[in-house]
């Protein structure tokens, strides 16, 4: 129960400086409803978010970052988990879901679930690639793996984390603190990926080529997501990255025949339309 308490006085907070670039009358209530919570007017704060639940259509732009707002404000962690489930199902494509995916992270973590905590910070790193809390989400999972006794797994998030803490210095630190305990661990690490660089370079230099099949090549974070997500759902397993060109390259497979990936590509075009096309990577 202390836990989990402590985990809701620090939502609160915790949003503050990922909304302190937004400058929009309502992204300024939302930051003031936050503040009076912060100093214990939470009557106060919640009122204010009821009544913009109220005023707003849920087909408002400004509604899941109300919904999200109205989840740090509870007064139970019941209640906050409903409205950041909300965020995180219906409006997954708003600058808010990943925030929304975070908390509840952080709130199974309190309730000692480390299952949903790694489902829910497993949905970031996955279907989020440029979120602005990957580090935070890495940090959750590696303590959840600390729990479950796997150190290396641990030891990996971790050094994400502090790799992807970019200006938030806490994290950088508490990131650190964990991985004063994995030396032997992240140099194994170091040393299994020499012996896979020198594998791909072997496999280059025969001419080893890989075959995948491209969906989508998209400028935002969310059009990548909702690709995924709809790949997902028809039970592909997609990966993104972001190439030279700054688009982001949405693909299904790697093969070594390029059979194999025409074949997917037919399969995809049946199910999408003409967009779906077989790409050569080298590994």
Known sequence: MIRRLTIMMGLWAAPLTAQQQDASPQDSLMREVVRLATEGQTDSAKAIVDAQLNRLSPFDAAYPHVLFTAGLVSD???????????????YSDSPWADRSLLRLAQL????????????????ILLDYPTSPVR????????????????????CQYMAQAQRESNENIELGNRAGFYLQRCADVLAALQADAITADTANTESLQTGTTLYAVQVAAVSTASAADAT????????????????????????????????????????????????????????
């Open 135 to 154: 580090g935070e989400a890495a940090f959750w999972a590696g303590r959840s793996e600390f729990d479950l006794n796997n150190s290396t797994a641990g």
């Open 108 to 123: 199974a973590y309190a309730d000692g679930d480390l299952s949903d905590t790694r489902r829910y910070t497993d949905r």
């Open 76 to 90: 139970t962690a019941a209640t906050a988990e409903q409205y950041f489930r909300r965020v995180s199902i219906e």
């Open 228 to 283: 995924m997500q709809a790949l997902r759902a028809q039970g592909y397993t997609p990966r993104v990255f972001r190439d030279q060109d700054g688009l982001l390259k949405v693909r299904v497979g790697r093969f070594t025949s390029r059979r194999d990936a025409d074949e997917l590509a037919r399969q995809l075009r049946r199910r999408l339309g003409d967009g779906p096309f077989v790409v050569e990577e080298h590994q």
